[in-house]
């Protein structure tokens, strides 16, 4: 069965950090760039991360947006076929479902496109 399942959510206090994971079964994350996404209580889906598809040699690229800049860092490892989100530096504005996706863009709706069912990600005191 294809399919990509996050893992990692949880509740943090402000400042903390966390890792969350996006593995996949049934195909390869090597050929595939991944994005990761955060959907607010009450607010539409946005981007925040991208890593660029895999050669198997030199680094994939990556790319964040402005919110997460320095504080978040997207990585893979082809062997395990996971991509990680490392996030340090939580704030309460970080809360939200966190999904993984074979796209960058969170307005992608391409039916080709695989998407996780979502983590839970909590920052609050």
């Known amino acids: 069965q294809v399919q990509l399942a996050e893992s990692g959510g949880g509740l943090v206090q402000p400042g903390g950090s966390l890792r969350l994971s996006c593995a996949a079964s049934?195909?390869?994350?090597?050929?595939?760039?991944i994005g990761w996404f955060r959907q607010a209580p009450g607010k539409e889906r946005e981007g925040g991360s991208c890593i660029g598809s895999s050669d198997g040699i030199s680094s994939s690229s990556t790319s964040y947006a402005d919110s997460v800049k320095g504080r978040f860092t997207i990585s893979r490892d082809n062997a395990k076929n996971t991509v990680y989100l490392q996030m340090n530096s939580l704030k309460p504005e970080d809360t939200g479902v966190y999904y993984c996706?074979?796209?960058?863009?969170?307005?992608?709706?391409?039916?080709?496109?695989?998407w996780g069912q979502g983590t839970q990600v909590t920052v609050s005191s």
């Open positions: 996706a074979t796209t960058c863009d969170y307005r992608d709706y391409d039916p080709r496109n695989f």
């Open positions: 049934g195909f390869s994350l090597v050929y595939y760039k």
